[in-house]
């Protein structure tokens, strides 16, 4: 079984292959903006990474979002409604939690098939 790290470095790699399977974790850019431009910012990466790797967002199976304020759950949901493929939506679950970076309103990790 091969594991293929994307970009590894000390304390992280960009992204993990496994199994055919991509592991990734996507920060906003944009630090300076709403939630629905830091989501949206957020989820173009993810379209990066993935076309990168072969694959796309039809394919993510599992997302957590990770939110430094609920109250920001709406705003989220706009960006992501207007991205995620209908009919291929994926497992998602959102919690709030308290970010490493106090800029940071929104962090997104995902599991999908290459």
Known sequence: MTIKRINPDIR???AVVHN???YYTSVPEKLDCDITEQTTD?????DALLHRLGSNK???LDVT???ADK????GMNAAWDTWVVAGSAPVRCTVQ?????PKY???IKIIAAL
């Open 97 to 101: 939690a308290e970010l490493m970076d």
């Open 12 to 14: 992280w790699s960009e």
């Open 20 to 22: 055919d399977t991509i």
């Open 42 to 46: 957020t989820l173009a990466a993810i």
């Open 65 to 67: 979002i990770f939110l």
């Open 105 to 107: 309103k929104v962090e």
């Open 71 to 74: 109250a920001d759950f709406t």
């Open 58 to 60: 039809s394919k993510i």
